[in-house]
């Protein structure tokens, strides 16, 4: 199955209408610590690279609510939403990480 993408844009503009989105920041917690955006949860790759190996590892993530991956290019996320979309999660990448939202962020700034 393909995993569904989303742009930066795209994202931001669900946010901007308050539209409940869960948004997935599967880096290390520090990266975490440093930036992330606002509405985010920080599950580190490791514990779903877990879920890939142990059927118990269990996510306090909605299974009927879109949730949005992201790390800081999108490929962590990838194979993220790769193992979550095996159990039947409803996943989309965001597209280019969150080095690509901070560029979209600052271009809404010129």
Partial sequence: MTIQKMTPRELHERL???EKVVILDVRA????KEFH??????VPKSIIFQM????????????DEEIIVT???????AKCAGILDAQRYKVTV????LTAWKAYLSSLED
Avoid: F, H, M, R
């Fill in 16 to 18: 901007q209408v308050d």
């Fill in 29 to 32: 917690e520090e990266k975490y």
């Fill in 37 to 42: 955006i606002e509405e985010s949860q920080n």
């Fill in 52 to 63: 890939d190996e142990k059927e118990d590892v269990l996510l306090d993530l909605p299974k």
């Fill in 71 to 77: 790390c800081t290019t999108g490929n962590s996320a």
């Fill in 94 to 97: 965001l597209e280019g990480g």
